[in-house]
């Protein structure tokens, strides 16, 4: 298995929903990423895992919480989100040890706020 | 901090033609390099990426991207645009401190039949 996959693939939400986004891999990667990717802009790194553990949180408000149940899962939780949030989200994965880090990318969530 | 610029957030080709997407990029440490494409509503693909080693790097679907030391770029070739080659392509560096990825602005390249 050589993919990341991620669900739902669209989400619509309201501003006092709970929802989850998930993210799988089956690549034995060790560290995974959330990024945040609005129209015609680079993806934001939002979080990073590294061996199940949080290593990167770039700021990212409260009402967004990751989760890493085991290596090969992550989760994103979502609560009270304001219709600025309403972007593409997507999912990365990076293989383990030293070396150069490339990223493998899920297709994405595509989230709307209303 | 490592970055990478970007030249031209539009690029409109015929098809058949030479593609080049520009990247230079900003390290005080040798980088990382990787170009990426992302078609309308997908994720993003790995198309190649430099490490160590052959500083001209082949990647997926023809293209490929010569490392320059000396004029710190990264650029992006293709000797013949196919329409399917029309998306979003970033070009990123690797930090490697945070294990994260930085990308560019990204650019669009068009392919006119």
């Known amino acids: 298995d050589t993919e990341v996959t991620q669900t739902p693939k669209h989400l619509v939400m309201g501003m006092t929903n709970k929802k989850s986004l998930k993210c799988e891999q089956h690549m034995g990667h060790r560290a995974m990423y959330w990024y945040k990717q609005k129209a015609k802009k680079p993806p934001e790194l939002m979080f990073v895992?590294?061996?199940?553990?949080?290593?990167i949180n770039e700021s990212v408000p409260s009402r967004f919480s990751p989760e890493c149940p085991n290596s090969s899962l992550l989760n994103l939780h979502l609560h009270a989100l304001q219709p600025e949030d309403s972007a593409l989200y997507l999912c990365?994965?990076?293989?383990?040890?030293?070396?150069?880090?490339?990223?493998?990318f899920g297709p994405g969530t595509r989230l709307t706020v209303t | 901090a490592q970055s990478v610029t970007q030249l031209g957030s539009h690029v409109s080709v015929s098809e058949g033609a030479l593609v080049l997407l520009r990247c230079n990029y900003s390290?005080?440490?040798?980088?990382?390099l990787f170009w990426y494409v992302q078609y309308p509503n997908q994720g993003l693909q790995l198309l190649l990426k430099y490490t160590t080693g052959a500083t001209l790097v082949k990647g997926i679907n023809g293209f490929e991207a010569e490392f320059k030391k000396s004029e710190t770029s990264f650029h992006l070739t293709k000797p013949s645009a196919h329409m399917s080659d029309a998306a979003e392509y970033f070009c990123a560096v690797s930090d490697t401190g945070r294990r994260a990825l930085t990308f560019g602005s990204g650019t669009r390249l068009q392919v006119q039949p």
């Open positions: 895992y590294s061996y199940e553990k949080l290593s």
């Open positions: 390290s005080s440490v040798p980088p990382y």
């Open positions: 990365a994965s990076s293989p383990p040890g030293q070396g150069s880090y490339e990223q493998y």
